[in-house]
């Protein structure tokens, strides 16, 4: 069986001192079921350094999925069409230091990813 080619979303917010616990949860109830309904699959969780800080920033990574390049784009007309999405990372602005999202695949996808 062969597996297909995947494009990743790479989400990195750097929480306000303190903030991180919250942040995440809220993310998680909030943010993360309609990124699932736009084909979206949670692939990882990590938290930079692994204990919540009270006086510091956390960094939260947070990995998806997307099993083509039609389903990317897909999850960028509904995501980017939806008052919904933009309201959230907004008030996720104000809850951050810093936050980027990127998006990578393995090298050996590349070519099919860009064969559309």
Same mark, same amino acid.
Do not use: H
């Given at each position: 069986?062969?597996? #297909? &080619?995947?494009?990743?979303?790479?989400?990195?917010?750097? &929480?306000?001192?303190?903030?991180?616990? &919250?942040? *995440?949860?809220?993310?998680?109830? =909030?943010?993360?079921?309609?990124? $699932?309904?736009?084909?979206?699959?949670? #692939?990882?969780?990590?938290?930079s350094p692994p204990m919540w800080l009270d006086d510091q920033?956390?960094?939260?990574?947070? $990995? !998806?999925? *997307?099993?083509?390049? &039609?389903? !990317?784009?897909?999850?960028?007309?509904?995501?980017?069409?939806?008052?919904?999405?933009?309201? !959230? !990372?907004?008030?996720?602005?104000? =809850?951050?230091?810093? =936050?980027? =999202?990127?998006?990578?695949?393995?090298?050996?996808?590349?070519?099919? *990813?860009?064969?559309?």
């Open positions: 069986m062969t597996r #297909e &080619a995947m494009i990743q979303v790479i989400d990195e917010i750097v &929480a306000r001192p303190g903030a991180a616990k &919250a942040l *995440l949860d809220d993310y998680l109830a =909030r943010y993360a079921p309609g990124a $699932r309904d736009r084909g979206m699959v949670l #692939e990882q969780i990590l938290v920033s956390n960094t939260l990574t947070i $990995r !998806w999925s *997307l099993r083509d390049t &039609a389903a !990317w784009w897909r999850m960028r007309a509904v995501g980017g069409n939806d008052p919904d999405v933009a309201a !959230w !990372w907004a008030e996720v602005d104000a =809850r951050a230091v810093s =936050r980027r =999202r990127s998006f990578a695949a393995e090298p050996a996808d590349i070519g099919a *990813l860009c064969d559309v």
